[in-house]
């Protein structure tokens, strides 16, 4: 049995694992019999081996409206300028 670990497992936006990553280059491996890759995964796992767990997920930064508008170009004066809200 390998100690080594050589694939990372990855989650979708639905926190379902989709795909399972190759770490030796990086190659994202999706879980469909007919790829030899994903083949060769298996095998690796009937070996005793695991993957690493997919890394936790970043929580999403809730912008405020002013750092919306700002990402966007514009100020809260300018956009209601525009909008006739003056």
Do not use: C
């Not at 060769?40 to 695991?50: I, K, P, Q, R, S």
């Not at 767990?53 to 525009?82: N, R």
Request: aromatic share 6%; proline share 8%; net charge negative.
């Amino acid at each position: 049995m390998t100690t080594k670990k050589e694939y990372q497992l990855v989650y979708s936006s639905s926190g379902i694992s989709e795909a399972v990553l190759r770490l030796e280059d990086m190659a994202s491996i999706p879980f469909d019999p007919a790829n030899t890759d994903y083949a060769a995964y298996l095998e690796w796992v009937e070996a005793g081996n695991t993957p690493e767990p997919a890394p936790e997920p970043v929580a999403p930064v809730e912008l405020t409206t002013e750092q919306k508008l700002e990402a966007a170009g514009l100020t809260v004066d300018e956009l209601k300028s525009l909008l006739g809200l003056d």
